[in-house]
């Protein structure tokens, strides 16, 4: 038998699951979780963003309209998203299989990934180890936490065998059982398979799960235009094909505005506050920028994209000089802004950073002014808000900042 080196885990219903966890009234009602809330008497508009297993039984599903979700399912209760709640109920999960199990990656909100070797790389043992992590959140996180758990050689066909079975599933995947445990789904419906690689895929006669099974990796390398393609097959195939760590590229925050905040001098403030979570975020993770780019689309008409670069900094008040510079005339008009996007780029390490001796800079090291940075950090992470800002600015939370 193939050996087993991955325990995928992927929460059912994972939002509502958490809301129906923590207020019991909730338990066996339909509910679902949207991002945006109107008026003073209970009005919900946009999209649902998750849904219980009683509501999807009823046909409701994630990105359909509130309005339509309501209609299908009259006695649906629907709940602002929030993150924070969701987030931390995310570290009790990765905390009480930790007392089992080796949690090797968290890959999102709602889904992690486990290390099998030793006794555990066998099935048996890998069966067993799923159901104790099932009873284990069961009775350290909530009664009503639910997962299903995907088992394989390597990490793609454990998430495939994951998706096989919900809710509360338990499936595995290994040379042993392949194609035919999956000859049902179709290859988009595979982890990183978009529908214009389905495309190209059918370019090459390649239509079913059973030919992408049987392609020579070396033919996938050429579909894909990339050494991915080879790698996916192979680990398809049941490879211990091990992930390749990604380098950051760069650090952005963006926003679609709130009506509120649509005037050009409003979505200005809104930028300096994207701003300052941008740097505090490449600051925490150790690097410094080299460039900064700033776009601002508008209602009908062409936006505006400005760009500066500049010795590589991880000083919230240099980035927020060269904002405000690049976007007075912006700030200062009447523009209808729809979204606004601050992008840093061009990185580097801190620790790698070269001196400069007319600035003056240390090699590796944080200047007075990044360091007065850090120290706005600690002070806001300490009491959980933002106590210190760099001038004025206009926060804008979303779903994502809500708790």
């Given at each position: 038998?193939?050996?087993?080196?991955?325990?995928?885990?992927?929460?059912?219903?994972f939002?509502?699951?958490?809301?129906?966890?923590?207020?019991?009234?909730?338990?066996?009602?339909?509910?679902?979780?949207?991002?945006?809330?109107?008026?003073?008497?209970?009005?919900?508009?946009?999209?649902?963003?998750?849904?219980?297993?009683?509501?999807k039984?009823?046909?409701?599903?994630?990105i359909?309209?509130?309005?339509?979700?309501?209609?299908?399912?009259?006695?649906?209760?629907?709940?602002?998203?929030?993150?924070?709640?969701?987030?931390?109920?995310?570290?009790a999960?990765?905390?009480?299989?930790?007392?089992?199990?080796?949690?090797?990656?968290?890959?999102?909100?709602?889904?992690?990934?486990?290390?099998?070797?030793?006794?555990?790389?066998?099935?048996?043992?890998?069966?067993?180890?799923?159901?104790?992590?099932?009873?284990?959140?069961?009775?350290?996180?909530?009664?009503?936490?639910?997962?299903?758990?995907?088992?394989?050689?390597?990490?793609?066909?454990?998430?495939?065998?994951?998706?096989?079975?919900?809710?509360?599933?338990?499936?595995?995947?290994?040379?042993?059982n392949?194609?035919?445990?999956?000859?049902?789904?179709?290859?988009?419906?595979?982890?990183?398979?978009?529908?214009?690689?389905?495309?190209?895929?059918?370019?090459?006669?390649?239509?079913?799960?059973?030919?992408?099974?049987?392609?020579?990796?070396?033919?996938?390398?050429?579909?894909?235009?990339?050494?991915?393609?080879?790698?996916f097959?192979?680990?398809l195939?049941?490879?211990?094909?091990?992930?390749?760590?990604?380098?950051?590229?760069?650090?952005?925050?963006?926003?679609?505005?709130?009506?509120?905040?649509?005037?050009?001098?409003?979505?200005?403030?809104?930028?300096?506050?994207?701003?300052?979570?941008?740097?505090?975020?490449?600051?925490?993770?150790?690097?410094?920028?080299g460039?900064?780019?700033?776009?601002?689309?508008?209602?009908?008409?062409?936006?505006?994209?400005?760009?500066?670069?500049?010795?590589?900094?991880?000083?919230t008040?240099?980035?927020?000089?060269?904002?405000?510079?690049?976007?007075?005339?912006?700030?200062?008009?009447?523009?209808?802004?729809t979204?606004?996007?601050?992008?840093?780029?061009?990185?580097?390490?801190?620790?790698?950073?070269?001196?400069?001796?007319?600035?003056?800079?240390?090699p590796?090291?944080?200047?007075?002014?990044?360091?007065?940075?850090t120290?706005?950090?600690?002070?806001?992470?300490?009491?959980?808000?933002?106590?210190?800002?760099?001038?004025?600015?206009?926060?804008?939370?979303?779903?994502?900042?809500?708790?």
């Amino acid at each position: 038998m193939t050996p087993m080196r991955c325990l995928y885990l992927d929460m059912n219903a994972f939002f509502a699951s958490v809301e129906q966890q923590v207020n019991p009234r909730l338990r066996g009602r339909p509910v679902a979780i949207t991002a945006l809330q109107t008026g003073p008497h209970n009005n919900w508009a946009g999209a649902v963003v998750a849904a219980s297993y009683e509501a999807k039984s009823q046909g409701v599903k994630t990105i359909m309209r509130v309005t339509e979700a309501r209609q299908i399912c009259p006695d649906i209760v629907f709940l602002q998203a929030r993150h924070k709640l969701y987030a931390r109920a995310n570290q009790a999960i990765a905390r009480a299989i930790d007392r089992i199990a080796e949690v090797e990656r968290v890959r999102s909100i709602d889904e992690l990934q486990i290390g099998l070797g030793g006794p555990t790389a066998k099935l048996p043992a890998a069966m067993d180890l799923a159901r104790d992590i099932k009873r284990v959140i069961r009775e350290d996180v909530g009664s009503v936490m639910r997962c299903s758990i995907g088992i394989g050689p390597n990490q793609l066909l454990a998430k495939i065998a994951g998706k096989l079975e919900k809710p509360d599933g338990l499936q595995w995947l290994a040379p042993e059982n392949m194609p035919q445990a999956i000859a049902h789904l179709k290859p988009d419906d595979l982890p990183g398979i978009s529908r214009r690689m389905q495309e190209r895929l059918a370019k090459a006669h390649v239509w079913g799960i059973q030919e992408l099974y049987a392609l020579d990796p070396r033919h996938a390398r050429k579909i894909w235009r990339s050494v991915e393609g080879e790698r996916f097959v192979r680990a398809l195939q049941g490879e211990n094909i091990p992930l390749i760590e990604t380098s950051r590229g760069g650090y952005g925050q963006s926003k679609v505005l709130a009506p509120e905040y649509r005037p050009a001098p409003q979505a200005h403030r809104v930028g300096r506050w994207l701003t300052e979570r941008a740097v505090a975020r490449m600051r925490r993770d150790g690097y410094c920028a080299g460039r900064i780019s700033i776009h601002a689309s508008l209602w009908k008409r062409q936006g505006h994209h400005w760009q500066q670069t500049l010795t590589p900094t991880q000083d919230t008040r240099a980035f927020l000089a060269i904002y405000d510079n690049l976007t007075a005339r912006f700030a200062a008009g009447r523009d209808y802004t729809t979204s606004i996007s601050v992008n840093l780029t061009n990185l580097v390490l801190l620790k790698d950073r070269s001196g400069e001796l007319f600035l003056p800079l240390e090699p590796g090291k944080a200047n007075r002014s990044e360091q007065l940075s850090t120290t706005i950090d600690h002070i806001n992470r300490r009491y959980g808000k933002t106590i210190i800002k760099h001038g004025i600015q206009q926060e804008h939370l979303g779903f994502f900042d809500r708790g």
